[in-house]
Nanobody
Framework: QVQLVESGGGLAQAGGSLRLSCAPS????????FYWFRQAPGKEREFVAA???????YYADARKARFTIPRENAKNTVYLQMNSLTPEDTARYYC?????????????????????WGQGTQVTVSS
């Protein structure tokens, strides 16, 4: 059983930055790949970024230049650093893991691949 707790959301102005955190409990942090998704009202949950246990990262193309996903194994925490925020980034952001195995790049955006999700943290960007 893995519990994921996201934090760091809030209100930001366009052009600003926020850093989200995801701190899992249960399991061994360094064994997991971590994934960030987001969901805006009335829209489907969409992939944002991922970091594998090896440190390899993936980003949704639209966010590649503005977001980063560092992890600190010593702190058992994975982050989502978001820069140059726009109102279109307004959404609830979720952290997810797959404990069953490897999620290939082709399936990385498929929400069905993930076993555990956090409750999410709300990000609201004003213009």
């Amino acid at each position: 059983q893995v519990q994921l707790v996201e934090s760091g959301g809030g209100l930001a102005q366009a052009g600003g930055s926020l850093r989200l955190s995801c701190a899992p409990s249960g399991g061994t942090f360094s064994n997991y790949d971590f994934y960030w998704f987001r969901q805006a009202p009335g829209k489907e949950r969409e992939f944002v970024a991922a970091i594998r246990r090896t440190g390899t990262t993936y980003y949704a193309d639209a966010r590649k230049a503005r977001f980063t996903i560092p992890r600190e194994n010593a702190k058992n925490t994975v982050y989502l650093q978001m820069n140059s925020l726009t109102p279109e980034d307004t959404a609830r952001y979720y952290c997810a893991v797959n404990v069953r195995g490897y999620v290939g790049r082709r399936n990385i955006a498929d929400v069905g691949e993930y076993d555990y999700w956090g409750q999410g943290t709300q990000v609201t960007v004003s213009s």
